[in-house]
């Protein structure tokens, strides 16, 4: 059973496998200091460095797993460990990066259980870069399938619009992928306290769905301006710069909008010119707006807007069968059984 404190915890944010832990260590540098940051990988080694208040080991081995099947099991032979981890939470934010094993194994055994808890679930996954290739692109679309029925809203963003915000051309690999993590952490943060300031009375399963409605795909954009006209032109850039392509706003069902100041700035018409703007270009949504601070922004606004309920699929992929092993005619078959 969780301790007081722990079923205390409204909301946990859980990072899984090697982008994932990655991920949840920018989020933590902006996220609520009330937010239990949970780091998961099936490698031991892959936790040593994470800034997360707690690190649990997916399997019992701690060896590298190669391939998505594998690390699936080994979140299902610690099923009941991640119960006990999960019970008492509000709302999960599951945080991944697919195309590889652990992230794209075992983040969807993690969403069943939360699901089977009743707890609702927000995912926020990034997509491979197009340079990664169409096997590792498969193995994510795969994974996001299987994901897709477990969690109550899925945020897939993808690395190569996040590389292009960026804007600098001269970055190095290293420095490109510290870049989009940034990105992603970013948008992650701004998804989550989104839907929290949006919900009634704060976190929780009929709340939550009280503000997003039948939920699925989520679309998320965000975009910043300042001087003269800053809201329409921070409102109009957000709604046409997703981070996944492939979806639009005006197909969502619920639109949330988080508009951001420095404090004392907003005014009533910039609330308005915004919401404006929005119910334009989502004009079947239910909109729902709030607003936060951040002495940062100075003269800036900045329109971050989830855009919910849209249907996507994600096809598979033609790639080689890179999956399919040929067993020797007297080999015997592996067993799943864990030491």
């Known amino acids: 059973m969780p301790s007081a404190t722990e079923q205390k915890t409204a909301i946990r944010a859980i990072g899984i496998g090697g982008g994932g832990v990655n991920l949840l260590t920018a989020f933590r540098v902006r996220a609520s200091p009330e937010i239990e940051c949970i780091a ?66 075992a983040s969807p055994v993690i969403a069943r259980t939360a699901k089977e808890l ?45 590389m292009d915000m960026l804007g600098n051309e001269d970055l190095n690999m290293d420095e490109t992928v510290t870049g989009v993590n940034e990105v992603i952490a970013f948008a992650a943060a701004e998804a989550l306290k989104l839907v929290v300031a949006a919900a009634p009375s704060g976190p929780g399963y009929s709340r939550f769905h009280s503000t997003t409605g039948t939920a699925g795909i989520a679309l998320f954009s965000t975009a910043q301006a300042g001087g003269f006209g800053r809201a329409k032109i921070a409102a109009e850039q957000a709604v046409v710069c997703p981070l996944l392509e492939g979806v639009a706003l005006a197909e969502a069902q619920h ?42 922004l100075a003269e800036q606004i900045r329109v971050t807007v989830l855009g919910v309920g849209l249907k996507r699929t994600w096809e598979p992929i033609d790639c080689p069968p890179h999956s399919v092993a ?8 592996p067993s799943l059984a864990m030491q």
């Not at 701690?62 to 610690?78: M, Y």
């Not at 040929?326 to 078959?333: N, V």
Request: aromatic share 4%; net charge neutral; with cysteine.
């Open 40 to 105: 998961m990988h099936s490698v031991s080694d892959a936790l040593k460095n994470s800034n997360a208040h707690k690190t649990f080991l997916l399997g019992v081995s701690g060896e590298r797993i190669s391939r998505a099947s594998g690390a699936r099991v080994n979140a299902e032979h610690v099923q009941s460990d991640l119960r006990q981890i999960l019970s008492g939470s509000q709302l999960v934010l599951l945080l991944s990066a697919f195309g590889g094993a652990v992230g794209t194994g």
């Open 118 to 162: 009743g707890i609702p679930t927000i995912a926020l996954i990034s997509m491979p870069f197009n340079w990664d290739g169409s096997i590792t692109q498969a193995v994510a679309a795969a994974g996001l399938e299987l994901l897709s029925k477990s969690v109550d809203l899925l945020v897939v963003l993808s690395s190569d619009t996040a």
């Open 255 to 296: 639109a949330l909008v988080l508009i951001t100041t420095a404090p004392g700035s907003l005014t009533n018409t910039e609330s308005k010119l915004v919401m404006d703007v929005i119910r334009q270009a989502a004009p079947n949504a239910q909109c729902t707006f709030a607003t936060a601070t951040d002495p940062l």
């Open 326 to 333: 040929k067993r020797l005619p007297d080999a015997p078959f």
